[in-house]
Every structure is written in structure tokens, then in C-alpha cells.
């Protein structure tokens, strides 16, 4: 079940203070012209002062980095925004920035959490833009906030936000299309979490014979599911059966996703059939990556779609139950 969403009771008010800036001097040899490069330090507690600026570019409220450009729009081209942390839309419509009349800032995200109150010192946050901070964050380069997991690159302060968003090392969200799953991480830890949390079956191998059986097969309001996880050419693949709506048309499909990057699931190929009483349906296709959410790879039809008569007609033409043998396999191209 996906987390609550948090409330911001109060914000105190922080009065700025003027740090004492010390200028490490280089030290030149003699008969040397070398001369090494000037470093600032904050005298108060020796953080970069790009560090000590940083800080200033952060929300009080979602503690998220504010983009440009820094100013107050009106109340008319306000539009609701769903997820305050996201600010990647905010930052390509010019709503990132906000200033009060004494001069602290938020993002645009949070105005309509404050009420169009400035949480510092509560008076009314008017038009004004902030010209002065919008060049310092101009100026910053900063590190890719996945650098702990291996990411080394540095960019400008309004590039960092673009990268972050495809970096290849960012976490990968659960796969599991039962629930809407909130868990996140590396490829290693969310093949536990599946099996230890929502208990999918693990194969070895790169073929599969699945009976999928339901006793109501006219329930398709999403209500079919299943996932099972096949372990093969040392990679992970997530194999998806599910009933839903192709507009009022009920219908079956499963396919393939591949538990790492687009890149190397393009690597793969894998075929599907269903069938019976002399039919056959065969589908080949590549397996998507799990960066492509279930919903987006189902809604796109991308794999083996049975329409529910023909379902039905592979589970013997009663009506009464839905019994589809689905088989496959998975292959590496060179």
C-alpha cells in the first residue's frame, strides 16, 4: 500500500546570519609560476560555499531543489499539481520559484499547500521574482542525487533535474501489477521483495507451461492477474497474464518484462502460444524493460492477446471456466 501523504504543521522563522569568509591563500614555490586553484570555505564551519548556497535553493516545505524561474505567477494560471515532490513538469512551465514580500522563497508546487501564505512569516505571497537567486543556481554544478549508487556525474544546477529523471542507476519500482506497490530499489532486493512480499513464484529456466485457471471467466474488470518471475541467462524476466477491458471488449493478454535496462532487454526475445482443438495463437515479440510501468506495456497490447470467446473456446466452449495453457520461451540474439 503506498505511503500517506505527509503534513507540514509549522515552519519557524530562521534569521540569516553574515558568515565570515576566509580566502585560503595559494602557496607559490620559488622559480614555480604554477599557482593552485582558490578555494572558498565558510569560516563558521568550514562547508563549501556552494554547499552553504545549495541549501538556499531548497523548499521549506517539500525540502525539494526549486527551478527556475523564481517568481509568483497568479492565481489564474495556477493549475493543481498532484505530487509535490515532483517538480520536473513545474520546471519546464516557469511554476518553480515563489518569493514573499520579505523575500522567502518556496516552490510553486507548495503554494496551494500554504494557501498563498508564505509558512515563514505568514504574509501574503505576492509577484515577485527572485532575479538574484535564479543566477546563483545558474552558476552551481551539482552531483547526480544517485551518487551514492554509483552515479559520478556532475551537472548544472537546471540540467541535474532532466538527468536524474532517465539516469541508469536511479531505483527500479516494483513490478507487481496487483497492487500499486510503492517499493523501490536495485534489481537484487526487489526479486526478494516479490517473493518474500507478494510471494510470486520463481522458475529456473528459459521455457514455461502456465495454466492459468478462473472460475468466473466473465469477471474481467482487471480482476485476473497473476506474475511469475523466470530466472535465465543470469537475468530476471517477469512474466504478466491479465483480464481487462479493451474498451468494452473483454480480453486476456500476456507478455514479457525484463527486470534491468531497455538496452539489454532488446538483447532478448521470447514467443508465447495458447491453444487448443487444432487453434493456435503464437505471438514473438522483445520484452519490455520494468523502467516501462505494466499499465503502459498491457494498454499498448504490446503481447499475446486473446480475445474472451476465443478463451473461452480454447477452455472447452462452456463458459464455466478458463483454462489456457500458456507456453513459451525466452532466447538470447547474438
Given at each position: 500500500?503506498?505511503?500517506?501523504?505527509?503534513?507540514?504543521?509549522?515552519?519557524?522563522?530562521?534569521?540569516?546570519?553574515?558568515?565570515?569568509?576566509?580566502?585560503?591563500?595559494?602557496?607559490?614555490?620559488?622559480?614555480?609560476?604554477?599557482?593552485?586553484?582558490?578555494?572558498?570555505?565558510?569560516?563558521?564551519?568550514?562547508?563549501?560555499?556552494?554547499?552553504?548556497?545549495?541549501?538556499?535553493?531548497?523548499?521549506?516545505?517539500?525540502?525539494?531543489?526549486?527551478?527556475?524561474?523564481?517568481?509568483?505567477?497568479?492565481?489564474?494560471?495556477?493549475?493543481?499539481?498532484?505530487?509535490?515532490?515532483?517538480?520536473?513538469?513545474?520546471?519546464?512551465?516557469?511554476?518553480?520559484?515563489?518569493?514573499?514580500?520579505?523575500?522567502?522563497?518556496?516552490?510553486?508546487?507548495?503554494?496551494?499547500?500554504?494557501?498563498?501564505?508564505?509558512?515563514?512569516?505568514?504574509?501574503?505571497?505576492?509577484?515577485?521574482?527572485?532575479?538574484?537567486?535564479?543566477?546563483?543556481?545558474?552558476?552551481?554544478?551539482?552531483?547526480?542525487?544517485?551518487?551514492?549508487?554509483?552515479?559520478?556525474?556532475?551537472?548544472?544546477?537546471?540540467?541535474?533535474?532532466?538527468?536524474?529523471?532517465?539516469?541508469?542507476?536511479?531505483?527500479?519500482?516494483?513490478?507487481?501489477?496487483?497492487?500499486?506497490?510503492?517499493?523501490?530499489?536495485?534489481?537484487?532486493?526487489?526479486v526478494g521483495h516479490l517473493k518474500d512480499?507478494?510471494?510470486?513464484?520463481?522458475?529456473?529456466?528459459?521455457?514455461?507451461?502456465?495454466?492459468?485457471?478462473?472460475?468466473?471467466?466473465?469477471?474481467?474488470?482487471?480482476?485476473?492477474?497473476?506474475?511469475?518471475?523466470?530466472?535465465?541467462?543470469?537475468?530476471?524476466?517477469?512474466?504478466?497474464?491479465?483480464?481487462?477491458?479493451?474498451?468494452?471488449?473483454?480480453?486476456?493478454?500476456?507478455?514479457?518484462?525484463?527486470?534491468?535496462?531497455?538496452?539489454?532487454?532488446?538483447?532478448?526475445?521470447?514467443?508465447?502460444?495458447?491453444?487448443?482443438?487444432?487453434?493456435?495463437?503464437?505471438?514473438?515479440?522483445?520484452?519490455?524493460?520494468?523502467?516501462?510501468?505494466?499499465?503502459?506495456?498491457?494498454?499498448?497490447?504490446?503481447?499475446?492477446?486473446?480475445?474472451?470467446?476465443?478463451?473461452?473456446?480454447?477452455?472447452?466452449?462452456?463458459?464455466?471456466?478458463?483454462k489456457l495453457r500458456i507456453t513459451g520461451?525466452?532466447?538470447?540474439?547474438?
Amino acid at each position: 500500500m503506498a505511503p500517506g501523504g505527509g503534513v507540514c504543521k509549522e515552519v519557524f522563522e530562521s534569521h540569516p546570519t553574515f558568515a565570515n569568509y576566509d580566502i585560503i591563500k595559494p602557496k607559490v614555490e620559488k622559480n614555480s609560476t604554477s599557482v593552485k586553484s582558490v578555494t572558498v570555505v565558510d569560516g563558521k564551519d568550514g562547508m563549501p560555499l556552494s554547499n552553504r548556497v545549495q541549501e538556499l535553493l531548497v523548499c521549506p516545505i517539500c525540502s525539494s531543489l526549486m527551478y527556475h524561474p523564481i517568481h509568483q505567477m497568479a492565481k489564474t494560471d495556477l493549475q493543481p499539481m498532484e505530487d509535490c515532490m515532483n517538480l520536473i513538469s513545474a520546471a519546464f512551465l516557469g511554476l518553480a520559484f515563489r518569493q514573499c514580500p520579505n523575500g522567502h522563497t518556496l516552490c510553486s508546487n507548495c503554494k496551494i499547500r500554504v494557501h498563498n501564505c508564505c509558512p515563514t512569516c505568514r504574509l501574503d505571497l505576492g509577484n515577485i521574482r527572485c532575479l538574484a537567486l535564479e543566477r546563483v543556481a545558474a552558476s552551481l554544478e551539482l552531483p547526480c542525487k544517485y551518487q551514492k549508487l554509483g552515479c559520478q556525474d556532475i551537472f548544472p544546477y537546471y540540467s541535474k533535474l532532466k538527468h536524474e529523471q532517465n539516469c541508469r542507476l536511479r531505483p527500479y519500482n516494483c513490478p507487481y501489477a496487483g497492487s500499486e506497490c510503492s517499493v523501490t530499489g536495485d534489481i537484487q532486493n526487489l526479486v526478494g521483495h516479490l517473493k518474500d512480499h507478494h510471494k510470486v513464484d520463481m522458475h529456473d529456466g528459459c521455457t514455461f507451461n502456465h495454466r492459468y485457471v478462473k472460475s468466473d471467466p466473465q469477471e474481467v474488470e482487471n480482476a485476473t492477474w497473476m506474475l511469475t518471475v523466470f530466472n535465465c541467462f543470469g537475468r530476471q524476466f517477469c512474466l504478466h497474464f491479465e483480464a481487462f477491458k479493451l474498451g468494452t471488449t473483454p480480453v486476456y493478454i500476456a507478455f514479457l518484462r525484463f527486470m534491468g535496462e531497455d538496452f539489454e532487454a532488446k538483447k532478448f526475445s521470447y514467443t508465447l502460444e495458447v491453444g487448443a482443438y487444432g487453434r493456435k495463437l503464437i505471438w514473438q515479440g522483445v520484452p519490455r524493460s520494468i523502467r516501462d510501468c505494466h499499465r503502459k506495456v498491457r494498454d499498448s497490447q504490446d503481447g499475446l492477446m486473446i480475445p474472451r470467446n476465443l478463451a473461452l473456446f480454447f477452455s472447452g466452449g462452456d463458459s464455466q471456466e478458463l483454462k489456457l495453457r500458456i507456453t513459451g520461451r525466452i532466447w538470447k540474439e547474438k
